[in-house]
């Protein structure tokens, strides 16, 4: 909150009533306390230079003020999923704080110019360390279980109130340093703070996904921008308002300064053994391959000393072990009954999908629209991977197609495939809610032929029974006659702890549910001509669909566009 500056007194015509200059540089004025004392204080610089450095300055603090909040968003989003709610929590969270911090600082605006110094320190220092700290709590107490199994949510919650605070503490000290400066009515001065803060903001907004992402990475990025926080917030007030400081405080703010200073950079130094040792803890000791693509993080584990090779997705275990041929078994074989010669799948960059979907006679032609082209190149280059997808992608009757599965479906030609496997992400992953809404599956019904399947990986059943059933909704909605099934198993989740292992996680059988779809009654059974698959029979596929139907939650709406269901 901003208090008004009350206007300055009108000056007296006559020469004796004028204030004298304080130096040769100009740059004398009154100080406007907000306890309305007055002074002059002394500038090493012309006045129209001292206001437009700390212009300067606001415009910097605000840019790394928004990447930290960015930062929060997109670590919390990839570290606990659902980026609707997580974005919902640190934008209410902080702007909350916002307001209490700027209440707060209104005890410091007679020492303006040390409480600023000393704000900047400690948002430099928390706000660069929070993605940091966030990743090691997530990595290392994962599975406690116990009051530990709520802490990446908890801390969240905390950086986010502390950096708000911080934040909201910055507007009322510079308010005061830039009207002692030079005295202006508050309606100017607020129009020239918010306009460097407010295009601040929006250098900070395009330079964490354009810049800092792709060139430094999530936990690098953040740490320099607390460093360059530091850098500006020391140098503004250490070099342009020193008068206004007593020795002591000089003493103190340059030693903070440097302390937070060596935090960070001691930290950038070690990241990239800290995000070992994360990946260790969350994966398990062999991780092979990690890396970021434009997409997501992409880590495979395994396939060496016995231990079965895993396949994680930001986090997520996509394919591990015996699972891996229980999933893509289930998801492919059932809507392969009936005409198969032309095969979409939506989904399915690694190439598993398309192992199974080749393994029937008659495909002339398999068309796979996968978003990470990363993803893809991995399945075609790495030597395990591509060993266990049957190098499927590199068959000529595969065409592998990098876009949105939404936006290419728009374009599709009308009943051009026998059949449509979606593996696609979870749907309550906020950014695959649009691939499991009805438009989307309108969409998909027009690309299938008249007496085409569509099959839909939807989820776990027993663990999330309300979402996997508004998917099944969501399907009829769209025109569809269904057929819900699953496999049993544990609950699928992300991979956290050092307790878990990429062995123990590909071991255990993971509970999957998927929906048959077509324009008639779907007849859930194996093709008798087809190959046999190893881990499933139309006994077992009789009794998951019966298991799945006794989760049955009826009377769920079906989920669009602009009306999501899946959120949790």
Known sequence: MIEPQAPAPPRSAHPR?????????????????????????????????????????????????????????????????????????????????????????????????????????????????????????????????????????????????????????????????????????????????????????????????????????????????GAVNTVVGGALVLGLFRQDLTRRARRLLIAANLCVLTVLASATVLVDDFEQAARRAMYGPDVRVALRTDVQEVVLTGDRDGRSLGLFLDGRLRAGGRDELRHHEALVHPAMTGPHARVLVLGGGDGLTAREVLRHPGVRRVDVVELDAGVVRLARRDPALSALN????????????????????????????????????????????????????????????????????????????????TVESTLRSAGFRTAPYGTGGRPAGPATGAARTPEDTARAPRERGFVLAARTDPDLRLDPSGPRPRTLTDDSLAAGARAVERTRVPGLPPSTLIHPRYAR
């Open 17 to 225: 009533h004028r204030p004298r200059a304080s130096g040769s540089g100009g740059a004398g004025g009154e100080a406007g306390g907000g306890d309305g004392s007055c002074g002059a204080l002394r500038l090493p610089v012309r006045q129209a230079t001292g206001r437009f450095l700390v212009l300067a300055g606001v415009f910097v603090c605000a840019a790394c003020g928004l990447v930290y909040e960015l930062e929060l968003v997109a670590l919390a989003a990839y570290l606990m999923g659902d980026s609707v709610t997580q974005a919902s929590v640190v934008l209410s969270v902080m702007v909350f704080a916002m307001g209490v911090g700027s209440l707060a600082a209104k005890r410091l605006r007679r020492h303006a110019a040390a409480g600023f110094g000393a704000v900047e320190a400690a948002l430099a220092l928390v706000g660069g360390c929070s993605a940091m700290a966030l990743y090691a709590v997530f990595a290392w107490t994962g599975d406690w279980g116990g009051p530990w199994a709520h802490g990446p949510p908890v801390l969240l919650v905390v950086f986010s109130l502390a950096v708000g605070l911080l934040i909201g503490a910055e507007v009322p000290l510079l308010m005061e340093l830039i009207q002692r400066i030079r005295r202006q009515d508050a309606g100017g001065a607020v129009a020239d703070l918010f306009a460097a803060d407010y295009v601040g903001a929006l250098v900070g907004g395009l330079a964490f996904p354009f810049l800092l992402l792709p060139f430094l990475g999530q936990l690098t990025g953040t740490l320099i921008t």
């Open 390 to 469: 049957g190098r499927a992608l590199d068959d000529p009757r595969v065409r592998v197609t990098t876009e949105d599965a939404f936006d290419w479906l728009r374009g599709a030609p009308p009943a051009a495939y026998d059949v449509v496997v979606s593996d696609l992400p979870h749907p309550e992953i906020t950014a695959s809610t649009k691939l499991y809404s009805r438009e989307f599956y309108g969409l998909a019904r027009r690309a299938l032929a008249p007496d085409g399947r569509l099959v839909v990986h939807a989820g776990p059943v027993t663990s999330r029974p309300e979402a996997y059933w």
